[in-house]
C-alpha cells in the first residue's frame, strides 16, 4: 500500500515539475516577443518624417501631441499647424496584446500667419522675410518680399524716390525651370519666365499678362484677354525722404499651376519707356521656394 502511495507521489511531483519547467519556457518565449516602442524623426520645416524602430509590434498608434491628429501608419509624414516643443507618443502593440509606450520631444518651427491686405499699409509684411535685396545700391529698386501663402502671390517692392513704377516688364519663372519659358539675357542663370506683365504697375491700368509661346526661349507672347484687372496694387507710398515702397498682388489662379517655386525679374521702366534700372541684380531671378 506505501509502495503505490509513493508511486503516486512521484507521478505528481514529476507532473508537477514538468508543468513547470513548460510554465519557465513560456514565461521566456513570451518575454523575448514584448514590444519595445521606439522611434526617430527627421523635419522639413514643420513637416515631420517619423521612423519606426520599434520591434515585436505589428500594431502602432501615433499621438502627434498637438490634439489635432493621431495615426496608425508605421511610419507616418505629418505637417504641424502649431511650433515649439511639443511631446510625440507611440505606442506599440504585439499579436499577444502587449504594449509598450515612448515619448519624445520634438522642436517644430514657429508658424507665421501672414494675411497680407493691399492696401498701402506694410505693417502686415512684418513677418515675411526678405526674398531678394540689391547689395550694390544701385538702381531703383533695393528690396523685394514674396509671399504665397494663400490664393495669391503677394510682393512688396522697396526703393528709393526713382521707384515709381510708372512701367514695367515683369517677367515670372512659375515652373521652377530656369531653362524653359522666355530666356532672358540680364538673368542668364535664373530665367526661364512663362508669364510677363506689362504695363503700369497700378491697379486697373491698360497693363496685361502675356503667356510665352517661343518654344527655343526666344521674345514670343500672347496677351492673356483682360488679365491686367486681376493685378491689385497700392501705388506708390513715400516711407520716408529716400524711400518708396509698393505692394500688390497677383491670383494664383492667373499664373496657371505652379511648380516648386516663383521667381519674379523687373524692368523698370518711365512712362515714357525709357530704362530705369533692372531688378535684382544678375544672374538670377528673385525666387521664393513654394
Known sequence: M???????????????????????????SDSANKPVADFSFTND?????????????????????????????????????????????????????EESFVTKVINAP????????????????????????NTSGNGSIQKIKIWAGGPNVNVYLEGNKKMLMELVD?????????QTGFLHGNWPQGSGAEFLFEGPLVTNGWGSFYNHTDPNGGWGWS????SGSSLT????????????AIEFSIPKSQLGTLGSSIGIAITEMTSGWAAVANFPEAPKFSTLEL
Open 2 to 28: 506505501k509502495k503505490i502511495q509513493l508511486t503516486k507521489y512521484l507521478a505528481i511531483l514529476s507532473a508537477f515539475l514538468l508543468l513547470t519547467a513548460c510554465s519557465s519556457d513560456n514565461n521566456a
Open 45 to 97: 520645416g514643420s513637416t515631420f518624417t517619423f521612423t519606426n524602430l520599434s520591434t515585436n509590434g505589428t500594431k502602432y498608434r501615433w499621438d502627434f501631441g498637438d490634439l489635432y491628429y493621431v495615426s496608425n501608419e508605421k511610419d507616418p509624414v505629418y505637417t504641424y499647424k502649431i511650433g515649439g516643443e511639443i511631446r510625440v507618443s507611440l505606442t506599440v502593440t504585439n499579436d499577444a496584446g
Open 110 to 133: 514657429k508658424i507665421i500667419i501672414v494675411d497680407i491686405k493691399i492696401d498701402g499699409k506694410f505693417a502686415d509684411w512684418n513677418d515675411v522675410p526678405v526674398t531678394d535685396e
Open 170 to 178: 515683369m517677367y515670372i519663372n512659375t515652373d521652377g525651370n530656369t
Open 223 to 226: 496677351a492673356v484677354a483682360g
Open 233 to 244: 496694387a497700392s501705388g506708390i507710398v513715400s516711407l520716408s525722404a529716400t524711400t518708396n
